[in-house]
């Protein structure tokens, strides 16, 4: 085998490309493999342009009961990066703006000694006279496929149940892409599982850094590596995922990662 390393950069895909996360590219020639032969993916920089809070994760489902008649609200949170202290406010607000119909109102506060985020549910009606209730709803009550919630911030896997007067609190879980998945069914044996439904996967990539830096990262380690055996390669697909199976928005940024190929002895 003549080519021994194939460099790639997202400034290049193809036109039919959707993005710099879901991509194909064309190489010059075809590169056919010979038997024995595996491939690394090393030199990988990627820009951290993704936020905290994005489509992947920014949905809130309520459900609010007063005298037992049950009404639901579905909130869309603000994309970009929140602090304990500024998450808190925007959830006050957004959540508030919901309630005022209502006339009720949620107080939260956020303890940074703790990384606790606390609720006070007020039931501000002039006239009272049954309980008011409102629930954070799960995603497994939720019937949509995807929810997109914001469940995994608020580290909510069950129902949460809001009531008058009395504290809610949970903590807060901001560090929201921990690891990257690139995938490529071009690339990928499908000898690979995970317990989280990709067997395309071809790179783990841990999130070492932090918004608006390089995120650097090689192939540190010897059995790191797919075995691309007797295979032609033109035109390559990639997917830069996190765990559950969203595509990465890059916000319109590119990057770059080189592709190995050594025989095996």
């Known amino acids: ?9 997202t400034r290049f895909k193809t036109a039919d490309s959707k993005s710099s996360s879901d991509f194909y590219v064309e190489l010059p020639r075809a ?91 007020s039931d501000d ?29 608020l580290m909510l896997s069950t129902t949460a149940n809001l009531l008058t007067g009395i504290a809610f609190s949970t903590y807060l879980d901001l560090h929201t892409t921990r690891n990257l998945y690139l995938t490529s069914s071009s690339l990928g044996s499908y000898n690979t599982v995970s317990n989280f439904g990709y067997d395309t996967i071809i790179k783990k990539i841990p999130v070492r850094f932090n918004y608006n830096e390089m995120l650097f990262d090689n192939s540190e380690s010897g059995y790191d590596y797919l075995d691309v055996s007797k295979r032609s390669l033109r035109r390559i697909d990639f997917r ?26």
């Open 125 to 153: 009606r002039s006239m009272v006279i049954g309980d008011a209730e409102i629930v954070i709803l799960s995603d497994a009550e939720i019937d949509i496929a995807n929810p997109k919630t914001l469940n995994g911030v």
């Open 240 to 265: 830069l995922q996190d765990s559950f199976s969203n595509i990465i928005n890059l916000n319109g940024n590119h990057w770059s990662f080189s592709l190995i190929f050594q025989l095996l002895d």
């Open 1 to 9: 085998m003549d080519i021994k390393k194939v460099y790639i950069d």
């Open 31 to 121: 590169l056919n493999i010979p038997d024995k032969c595996v491939c690394y993916i090393d030199d990988i920089v990627i820009p951290v342009s993704w936020t905290s809070i994005d489509a992947r994760n920014q949905m809130l489902y309520l459900g609010i009961k007063i005298d037992d008649v049950v009404s639901t609200e579905t909130i869309t949170f603000d994309t970009g990066n929140y602090t304990g202290v500024t998450f808190a406010s925007a959830f006050e607000s957004k959540v508030n703006a919901a309630l005022l119909a209502y006339q009720l109102s949620l107080t939260v506060s956020y303890d940074i000694m703790n990384n606790k985020l606390e609720m006070v549910l």
